[in-house]
């Protein structure tokens, strides 16, 4: 196989990759023992604390109540407590979350719960790898009733959903607006992805740019020095993609594309008409 051929295989694997984000948590709440006016407040406080399941059933105790006639309700506490229970109910990964939550969204008026709802249904399809559905509902859901945090998770995790699902574009023009902010959570991956996608468009001092600042990181000190000697080596400097190469080949630290990187060393000695330096290389 070419090195150039190999490029185009190397990327493709790449844009094979998943991700895949599980929680579980706990509470030791009893919801029967609140009061009956309560349960929203409840439901609420049980959400911002992470305990997804005692939210939704405390959603659900207020819906019984209201059905009872117990206590005050408005029509705005009814549609609280819709969407609390079905956002609950996903976040908890719970059967028929999906489906209750679609159905959901058909019933709320509030724009707002509406496009936070959306954004819930986006973030169980990336847990699931469903890039294509998690597409769909974070376009929809928009940034605008969401914190810092969460346009945060949902610029990163639209664009990495983009780009599982082959619209390197799009992904493209997240990732380059994920990879300078320096303080964000996402800079490495952002820097990462950015840089890979430069690569498969043959812009390579863009690549070399963002693969130069994470080089070192943990996640990615097996894979990105390959890429910076393969582009070294499609830049023309055949000595420095050599040098890097053998440096990585001897290293500590095995590279996840350490026969990619004996492909790389041959080559360049092959080119130089070293040919018997290239044959234990190509072997």
Do not use: W
Request: charged share 25%; proline share 1%.
């Amino acid at each position: 196989m070419s090195l150039k051929n190999q490029k185009y295989y190397l990327f493709s694997i790449a844009c094979a990759a998943g991700v895949s984000f599980n929680s579980s948590v706990h509470a030791q709440v009893h919801i029967s023992a609140a009061p009956a006016h309560s349960h929203i407040t409840l439901s609420d406080e049980l959400f911002k604390q992470g305990h997804f399941g005692q939210s939704a059933q405390a959603a659900k105790a207020y819906q019984q109540r209201s059905r009872e006639k117990i206590g005050s309700t408005n029509a705005t506490d009814d549609e609280i407590a819709k969407f609390t229970k079905a956002l609950a109910r996903l976040k908890d990964n719970q059967q028929d979350a999906e489906i209750y939550a679609i159905k959901t969204l058909d019933n709320l008026t509030n724009l707002a719960l509406v496009q936070r709802l959306s954004f819930g249904l986006a973030q169980f399809y990336f847990r699931q790898d469903k890039f294509a559905k998690a597409i769909a509902y974070y376009e929809s859901a928009g940034i605008y009733n969401l914190d810092n945090h969460e346009i945060s998770d949902q610029k990163f995790e639209l664009a990495y959903s983009y780009f599982n699902n082959k619209q390197f574009d799009k992904a493209k023009s997240l990732f380059s607006a994920i990879k300078d902010i320096k303080d964000s959570k996402y800079y490495v991956a952002g820097n990462y992805y950015y840089g890979l996608l430069c690569y498969n468009e043959n812009k390579y001092n863009e690549a070399l740019a963002s693969f130069d600042l994470i080089k070192d990181e943990k996640e990615y000190n097996t894979i990105v020095p390959y890429y910076i000697a393969e582009i070294n080596y499609f830049k023309g400097d055949r000595f420095k993609a050599l040098q890097q190469s053998e440096q990585l080949i001897k290293g500590k630290v095995k590279s996840y594309y350490h026969n990619e990187l004996h492909l790389l060393a041959g080559q360049c000695y092959f080119e130089d008409q070293k040919y018997k330096k290239a044959k234990p290389y190509f072997e």
